[in-house]
């Protein structure tokens, strides 16, 4: 059973930069993509970007010129860096992992994390 935890998140002003991470564990992790996706006070969650298992990252629309993908040698930690963040970026973020994901495809979370909350103040 993969599970998921995340953390980094906290309050920071605009313009500042934070990096959140995720560790997944479990023994049958091999394979899994691990994405992040965030939610608003009163918005629907929505996705912010994943990596595939063999390291391809996608992002949603102009994200990928302040947020960048990373991830360790063992493939089960992954990090999100968040630069030049706005006061619109705040959100709780989840984790979330998908036994299924490729480029291109809609990430399809088969696990959630807990989620932590990123505040970005004006």
């Known amino acids: 059973q993969v599970q998921l935890a995340e953390s980094g998140g906290g309050l920071v002003q605009a313009g500042e930069s934070l990096t959140l991470t995720c560790t997944a564990s479990?023994?049958?992790?091999?394979?899994?993509?691990l994405g992040w996706f965030r939610q608003a006070a009163g918005r629907e969650r929505e996705f912010v970007a994943a990596?595939?298992?063999?390291?391809?990252?996608n992002y949603a629309g102009n994200l990928s010129y302040r947020f960048t993908l990373s991830r360790d040698s063992s493939k089960r930690t992954l990090y999100l860096q968040m630069s030049d963040l706005k006061p619109e970026d705040t959100a709780v973020y989840y984790c979330?992992?998908?036994?299924?994901?490729?480029?291109?495809?809609?990430?399809?979370?088969?696990?959630w994390g807990q989620g932590t909350q990123v505040t970005v103040s004006a």
């Open positions: 479990g023994p049958d992790f091999t394979g899994y993509a």
């Open positions: 990596m595939t298992w063999s390291g391809g990252s």
């Open positions: 979330a992992a998908a036994e299924f994901y490729s480029n291109g495809w809609s990430f399809s979370a088969d696990v």
